[in-house]
């Protein structure tokens, strides 16, 4: 899959939620025209050396949120792309609250292939503190109007907001296993500039995870997702270049997916060394189990733990990701 991201920042939103600021956080400041997007596909077409199945994605703001007429002036412009087949389906993320019968209507005259619902937490209060707009019920509304339509949809989740918790956090992670979402996001919080959270931050009401204690929760959540069968597509927000400057505090690093996944194959040689009591490691997948800039090899070593590379049969990763969500879930009261 090949996605063509188009910023449209607060578009669409009736509300500012507490921790976002997309003008800071994407650098983008207004709605693009016809011709900017255009700009934008082209460009990144010269970049894909495989030009099969491109999705134009329209982000930021709340894309179902605007008025009709703007929504489909978008659709519209993708439309004239898709059939010049410059690019082969459309996705966007949405809040579920702005998701019904009308607006299915209106896009199934579109070649949309993906929606992604800005959930970020199953608990009603944690939503509410967070200015979100919408509840759990308009949760499972919105994906029960997109799922009887048969339109793929992702759910973006956040970790550690304002009056979240781990368990609440953990909770909402098995709620979204239970819908059976095509993909998620997953987006520990962070502070942004000038963002409401800011001033919670500043003024002491708000102390976000330190990156260590964010990358232990979400190395698990990552294995209960992929052990789903649940595609992670990404985790951690999504910065460039200045917009790296907006992030006042929290776990920000720019490989934060990298670093999770090699705390899951860690975990998995963990695993391995527990129930053979030694770990091999074949010589075709000594690039997974060296880890982010060779982290896990770094961890071996300073925990005294030998290991070899062999020639042998691959590893298989994904028994071990089972046994390790078997272990977490059987640890869930």
Same mark, same amino acid.
């Given at each position: 899959?090949?996605?063509?991201?188009?910023?449209?920042?607060?578009?669409?939103?009736?509300?500012?939620?507490?921790?976002?600021?997309?003008?800071?956080? &994407?650098?983008?400041?207004?709605?693009?025209?016809?011709?900017?997007?255009?700009?934008?596909?082209?460009?990144?077409?010269?970049?894909?050396?495989?030009?099969?199945?491109?999705?134009?994605? *329209?982000?930021?703001?709340? *894309? &179902?949120?605007?008025?009709?007429?703007?929504?489909?002036?978008?659709?519209?412009?993708?439309?004239?792309?898709?059939?010049?087949?410059?690019?082969?389906?459309?996705?966007?993320?949405?809040?579920?609250?702005?998701?019904?019968?009308?607006?299915?209507?209106?896009?199934?005259?579109?070649?949309?292939? #993906?929606?992604?619902?800005? +959930?970020?937490?199953?608990?009603?209060?944690?939503?509410?503190?967070?200015?979100?707009?919408?509840?759990?019920?308009?949760?499972?509304?919105? +994906?029960?109007?997109?799922?009887?339509?048969?339109?793929? *949809?992702?759910?973006?989740? #956040?970790?550690?907001?304002?009056?979240?918790?781990?368990?609440?956090?953990?909770?909402? +992670?098995?709620?979204?296993?239970?819908?059976?979402?095509?993909?998620?996001?997953?987006?520990?919080?962070?502070?942004?500039?000038?963002?409401?959270?800011?001033?919670?931050?500043?003024?002491?009401?708000?102390?976000?995870?330190?990156?260590?204690?964010?990358?232990?929760? @979400?190395?698990?959540?990552?294995?209960?997702?992929?052990?789903?069968?649940?595609?992670?597509?990404?985790?951690?927000?999504?910065?460039?270049?200045?917009?790296?400057?907006?992030?006042?505090?929290?776990?920000?690093?720019?490989?934060?997916?990298?670093? +999770?996944?090699?705390?899951?194959?860690?975990?998995? @040689? #963990?695993?391995?060394?527990?129930?053979?009591?030694?770990?091999?490691?074949?010589?075709?997948?000594?690039?997974? *189990?060296?880890?982010?800039?060779?982290?896990?090899?770094?961890?071996?070593?300073?925990?005294?733990?030998?290991?070899?590379?062999?020639?042998?049969?691959?590893?298989?990763?994904?028994?071990?990701?089972?046994?390790?969500?078997?272990? @977490?879930?059987?640890?869930?009261?």
């Amino acid at each position: 899959m090949r996605i063509i991201p188009v910023f449209i920042p607060h578009s669409g939103c009736k509300s500012r939620c507490s921790f976002c600021n997309e003008y800071s956080a &994407t650098g983008f400041s207004g709605r693009p025209d016809e011709s900017q997007i255009r700009k934008i596909v082209l460009e990144y077409r010269s970049y894909f050396k495989n030009k099969d199945h491109i999705q134009l994605g *329209f982000y930021g703001g709340t *894309f &179902t949120g605007n008025i009709p007429s703007v929504m489909e002036e978008y659709l519209n412009i993708a439309l004239k792309l898709y059939e010049e087949n410059l690019i082969h389906g459309i996705r966007f993320s949405t809040s579920p609250d702005e998701i019904d019968g009308e607006k299915i209507k209106i896009l199934r005259r579109y070649p949309v292939e #993906m929606i992604e619902l800005g +959930v970020e937490s199953f608990d009603d209060e944690v939503l509410r503190k967070s200015r979100r707009p919408h509840g759990m019920e308009e949760i499972y509304e919105s +994906v029960k109007l997109i799922k009887e339509n048969d339109i793929s *949809f992702g759910i973006h989740l #956040m970790t550690d907001l304002p009056f979240s918790s781990e368990d609440k956090d953990f909770d909402s +992670v098995l709620k979204t296993v239970e819908l059976k979402p095509d993909l998620v996001r997953i987006h520990p919080t962070v502070v942004l500039r000038g963002s409401a959270l800011e001033k919670e931050y500043l003024d002491g009401e708000y102390i976000p995870k330190s990156l260590d204690e964010t990358i232990e929760q @979400l190395w698990k959540i990552y294995v209960l997702f992929r052990s789903s069968g649940i595609t992670v597509s990404r985790i951690g927000i999504c910065l460039y270049g200045e917009q790296k400057k907006s992030v006042v505090a929290g776990p920000f690093h720019e490989a934060l997916g990298d670093i +999770v996944k090699s705390r899951v194959y860690y975990e998995v @040689l #963990m695993e391995i060394l527990r129930r053979k009591g030694r770990i091999e490691i074949p010589i075709s997948q000594k690039n997974i *189990f060296t880890g982010y800039k060779k982290c896990i090899l770094k961890k071996l070593n300073e925990n005294g733990i030998d290991y070899t590379l062999c020639e042998m049969e691959e590893i298989n990763i994904e028994y071990y990701i089972r046994m390790l969500s078997s272990e @977490l879930l059987g640890g869930v009261k």
